[in-house]
């Protein structure tokens, strides 16, 4: 079955930069638009970044915009997303998401700590 499995979270100071890693296993990697979430306690995932298949296209919530820059390696099967001038708000459980542009089939890691704290 297909994982996604996240990785690179902790514990930072705000101002400090984290890099995530999610690595994606039995699937066809470029069928799948990537996306990064965040979610806190009580609150619903909300949409951090994400990337067409391609790695051509881009998007980012505006609270990121301009922080956060999420890539991606097809040979490798994996997305990565740079967090940088980390502030306490983006605390939180990161996870990563692809869906299949064919066929709509959406998965979800596991998900990974990131706690912004001095």
């Known amino acids: 079955q297909v994982q996604l499995v996240e990785s690179g979270g902790g514990l930072v100071q705000p101002g400090g930069s984290l890099r995530l890693s999610c690595a994606a296993t039995?699937?066809?990697?470029?069928?799948?638009?990537m996306t990064w979430y965040r979610q806190t306690p009580g609150k619903e995932r909300d949409l951090v970044a994400g990337?067409?298949?391609?790695?051509?296209?881009?998007h980012y919530a505006d609270s990121v915009q301009g922080r956060f820059t999420i890539s991606r390696d097809n040979a490798r099967n994996t997305v990565t997303l740079q967090m940088n001038s980390l502030k306490p708000e983006d605390t939180g459980v990161y996870y990563c998401s692809g869906t299949d542009f064919f066929t709509g089939n959406n998965y979800w890691g596991q998900g990974t700590q990131v706690t912004v704290s001095s």
């Open positions: 990337i067409s298949r391609s790695g051509q296209n881009t």
């Open positions: 039995r699937l066809t990697f470029s069928n799948y638009g």
